[in-house]
Nanobody
Framework: QVELIESGGGLVQAGGSLRLSCAVSGRPLKNYSVGWFRQAPGKEREFVAGISWGGTSTYYADFVEGRFAISRDNAKKTVWLQMINLKPEDTAVYYC???????????????WGQGTQVIVSS
């Protein structure tokens, strides 16, 4: 059983930054590709970013536009999402998800965290 716990969300002004963390336990993190997803009120959940098992490959949704960076440290069992230049439209609950398969789009994600709220004020 893999457990994921997100943290780092909060309220930030437009143009500000946040770093989300995803702590993984239960199984070695190196066995999993991990992605970040988000769901805004009234909208479907969407893929934000993904990272391969060793961290050598990363994938981003088009709307990220170079503002977010996903990274991981398997020894620390943690995956991060660094977000800069945040916009009000980035407001959502952010989830991390792990999968034995590559998480590079919205079709993947076998294990999910409970989410962390990000609110960007204008």
């Amino acid at each position: 059983q893999v457990e994921l716990i997100e943290s780092g969300g909060g309220l930030v002004q437009a143009g500000g930054s946040l770093r989300l963390s995803c702590a993984v336990s239960g199984r070695p993190l190196k066995n999993y590709s991990v992605g970040w997803f988000r769901q805004a009120p009234g909208k479907e959940r969407e893929f934000v970013a993904g990272i391969s098992w060793g961290g050598t490959s990363t994938y981003y949704a088009d709307f990220v536009e170079g503002r977010f960076a996903i990274s991981r440290d398997n020894a620390k069992k943690t995956v991060w999402l660094q977000m800069i230049n945040l916009k009000p439209e980035d407001t959502a609950v952010y989830y991390c998800a792990a999968d034995e398969r590559l998480v590079a789009d919205a079709t993947r994600g076998a294990y999910w965290g409970q989410g962390t709220q990000v609110i960007v004020s204008s």
